[in-house]
């Protein structure tokens, strides 16, 4: 009954299955064509139609660019090293000072693991020099042969011994990590083999395993999806820095000087012509520019005629303004026979009624608040028993504004007398 219900489940879910199998094929189609496998030629990696991946060789190596590249046992150097230091971080850093992994100089490639609370593992791997000198780009990963199929085998097994392309490989699982070499006439066998790194060996229990060449490819799929994240930072290759010796400055500065020369040509191009539309529209407002020219002209013109004409006006003293303080003496009993004006002085000459005296008529000008510094001009003399004056004064400062509502409060008294 289970078995059924698990049928039916698989049924109902097909659809999202097959979507999610079709994906997962896609994904590993895009990522094999990204890799490359170097043993004894380089080759690259191609899932057919049967969904079976392949092995090919690369006609043209010059102008492969693989993202990640599984390297051969034959092109590095394997150690590993124990590290009495509880913290992965600290051991990153010791790592930086260590110098003698390989016999030779290369690009090392490691992975840190913990075998304790305070102690950690790391494995090496050292390419051989200038391996990857004939890329034209460098990998962004570079897998260790052995290391993936070592990932690939069953945790039981202990021992291995893997038919590749090219060589044999032997493969052991000890307490001091993963060790792997190839059969030579050193060690022509898994027998020497295990005799050299110290694995215990029993080719009739279950932890023995053998691969025939026919399955190598397939165990290095199966170790490539077996890496988890944590794992690829100590695969990664870095970058080499930029070499300012051998930057091909010539040619830069040619291609520079040319993309330069052309940017000002273009730019010339196009300035011209934004210069040759705004000369003709600016011809087509000739007319009007020239007419809007002549007005502004005319108009400044005008402007400074007003102004000379103003400004003798400016200065001239309004003298008219003085028949009302006249009317104002003749009120007070005077008979003006001359007025003069020179400058800002205003001087009237004069008799005054009998019943009145000089001194009187310009004490009525001195409380008139619109008169400045009235005064005799000359000595007052008596005529047939009236007095002849010559009082001179300056208008105030304020007397034309204040004339008109003088007049009118003038006006408003002689209303009200009548």
Do not use: C
């Amino acid at each position: 009954m289970q078995h059924t219900n698990n049928t039916t489940t698989n049924t109902k879910n097909t659809p999202i299955t097959d979507d999610v199998v079709r994906i997962s094929n896609i994904a590993e189609s895009i990522l094999a064509s990204q890799g490359g496998y170097l043993a004894d030629t380089l080759y690259s990696f191609s899932v057919k139609k049967n969904k079976k991946i392949e092995l090919q060789v690369v006609k043209n190596e010059a102008i492969t660019k693989f993202r990640w590249l599984i390297v051969g046992r034959e092109h590095y150097f394997e150690t590993s090293k124990e590290y009495p230091i509880a913290n992965k971080r600290d051991v990153k850093q010791a790592l930086a000072f260590e110098d003698n992994k390989a016999p030779f100089q290369g690009v090392t490639l490691h992975y840190i693991e913990r075998i304790s609370e305070q102690a950690h593992k790391v494995t090496f791997w050292v390419l051989k020099p200038k391996l990857l000198d004939s890329f034209s780009r460098l990998p962004w990963l570079v897998l260790p042969e052995s290391y993936l199929l070592a990932k690939s085998l069953e945790p039981n097994i202990n021992l291995a011994v893997i038919e590749g392309l090219n060589k044999t490989l032997f493969i052991s699982k000890t307490g001091q990590g993963v060790l792997s070499g190839i059969k030579s006439s050193q060690t022509p066998n898994i027998e020497n083999f295990a005799f050299s790194s110290g694995s215990p060996i029993n080719t009739e229990s279950e932890q023995f395993y053998t691969s025939s060449r026919a399955h190598f490819v397939s165990l290095l799929h199966k170790g490539i999806k077996a890496l988890t994240l944590a794992e690829l930072p100590g695969l990664s290759v870095k970058r080499k820095q930029f070499n300012w010796r051998s930057y091909p400055w010539k040619q830069a500065a040619i291609t520079s000087s040319i993309i330069v020369a052309l940017y000002l040509v273009f730019s010339s191009g196009w300035l011209l012509i934004k210069q040759y539309q705004q000369e003709k529209q600016l011809s087509e407002q000739t007319a009007e520019v020239n007419q809007a020219l002549a007005l502004q002209k005319q108009l400044q013109k005008q402007g400074e005629l007003q102004k000379t004409l103003i400004e003798p006006l400016a200065e001239q003293v309004p003298y008219w303004n003085v028949w009302p303080v006249l009317l104002e003496t003749i009120s007070v009993g005077a008979k003006i026979k001359a007025l003069h004006y020179k400058n800002d002085k205003i001087t009237i000459h004069g008799t005054a009624n009998k019943t009145v005296k000089a001194t009187d008529i310009l004490a009525a000008l001195s409380q008139n608040p619109y008169v400045q510094s009235p005064s005799f001009s000359k000595p007052m003399r008596k005529y047939r028993g009236k007095e002849q004056f010559s009082i001179a004064f300056s208008f105030a400062d304020n007397f034309t504004e204040a004339l008109p509502n003088q007049l009118k409060e003038a006006e408003k008294e002689k209303a009200n007398a009548k």
